[in-house]
């Protein structure tokens, strides 16, 4: 079979693929712990799957507007709202089946092939995908660890040029846990005004956070109109299998995204969007949301504490998310080669840094969404590794 060129631009989720190796070994009866996926452990809060069987029972198992029933699309421009302080008008709302659509459905009505998109390095590895897959250019700004995983504003005025169209951020972030800053955030808008540029603002863990964020991108002035906002309810509700993001945007993106909705998936279940009112809106989600948060920071902090006692590896207290990031290169091995050990020698399932990009060299991702007898067990498993596969670079670090 002969397959269309831009086949070749796509790239992978290595979470997934780990995933897979790993339960291939575990099916041969290894212990293994997955500290590989994003995916919150939780089980979704009974109401929310109690409001999804009313629907159903109530017919919801219909066709919906393209865009999202008229109610959720209002329940999520009240949340918004809430959130950057700001009104949000539900024609500026968007639902889709995945919030990887939104990315998607950004790119192909915004960005002709040539334009250039700015993105985070390390960053979610869909963003240079897709980006690549529509043919437009990559342009990566490196996140550094000295910089807690900040953005340089510097060098991302420097990558600036004519043919720039939008600039990515995720923060918080994945795989980093780090948080853009307010005064960058301010100095973001000034650059994307002054350069006429879109901004994606991947806003996935807005919620899965230990400490008040600021203001979102698109609450400072001028910057609704050029904003792009990517959401959903997997991470913050564990409804990662319910396939329910959203996009908030200006009215007239929203129109076009409506219409690549309609060529492609027409519309995200019915059942499915009617319980996000039931998550948006209740205070038993509110609670459980919080309660879910509590654990993560207890997890977070054992983990991080865990990692920093084996010598040769470092890692920053992450701000946000459920991701911890560690630097591995005191040890002596790469990224990809302790991932690969971990995995087969010790039973961790991790990521490679590099699986975010080349700005990940030398680190590994750990998702936190195990119990903290899990990560216990993960961080001993971590610590003899080290200790026997290189001793001598290990001890002297």
Not at 45 to 55: K, L, Q, R, V
Not at 85 to 107: E, M, R, T, Y
Not at 196 to 223: H, N, Q, T
Not at 347 to 374: C, M, N
């Amino acid at each position: 079979m002969r397959f269309a060129s831009r086949m070749n631009r796509l790239g992978t989720e290595s979470a997934f693929e780990v995933l897979a190796e790993a339960r291939r070994i575990e099916a041969t009866g290894k212990s293994m712990i997955h500290l590989e996926i994003g995916e919150p452990d939780f089980d979704t809060p009974g109401n929310i799957i109690e409001a999804a069987y009313s629907a159903m029972r109530s017919g919801a198992t219909h066709y919906t507007p393209a865009a999202g029933v008229p109610e959720v699309r209002a329940a999520i421009a009240a949340s918004m709202a809430r959130r950057g302080g700001v009104a949000v008008d539900p024609d500026q709302v968007v639902v889709v089946p995945g919030s990887k659509n939104i990315l998607h459905f950004a790119l192909l009505s915004c960005v002709e092939a040539g334009e250039e998109v700015i993105l985070p390095d390390p960053g979610y590895p869909v963003y240079r995908s897709l980006t690549d897959f529509v043919g437009a250019v990559a342009r990566p700004i490196r996140l550094r660890e000295e910089m807690k995983f900040g953005m340089d504003m510097d060098e991302l005025e420097s990558l600036i040029s004519p043919r720039t169209r939008m600039v990515i951020i995720n923060s918080p972030q994945n795989p980093t846990g780090g948080v853009l800053s307010g005064p960058d955030l301010d100095r973001l808008a000034e650059l994307a005004i002054e350069h006429d540029l879109l901004v994606l603002s991947d806003e996935i863990y807005s919620r899965i956070c230990f400490s008040k964020l600021p203001a979102p991108i698109w609450a400072r002035p001028g910057m609704a109109e050029r904003t792009i906002v990517l959401d959903g309810l997997s991470k913050t509700y564990a409804m990662c299998g319910w396939r329910l993001g959203y996009g908030v945007m200006p009215k007239e993106l929203a129109k076009r995204m409506e219409t690549l909705l309609i060529n492609t998936s027409s519309c995200a279940a019915s059942f499915t969007q009617l319980a996000a009112v039931e998550a948006l809106d209740s205070p038993s989600s509110e609670d459980a949301v919080l309660r879910m948060v509590a654990d993560f920071k207890e997890r977070r902090d054992l983990l991080v504490a865990g990692l920093n006692s084996i010598p040769g590896v470092s890692c920053l207290l992450p701000e946000a998310s459920f991701y911890a990031f560690p630097n591995i290169t005191a040890t002596g091995m790469t990224s990809r080669e302790m991932a690969s050990r971990l995995l087969h020698e010790s039973g961790v399932a991790v990521l490679a840094g590099e699986a975010f990009g080349e700005g990940g060299t030398g680190f590994i991702r750990l998702a936190y969404t195990k119990g903290l007898p899990d990560i216990r067990e993960a961080v001993q498993r971590v610590a003899n590794f080290v200790a026997n596969a290189v001793p001598s670079r290990a001890s002297t670090s």
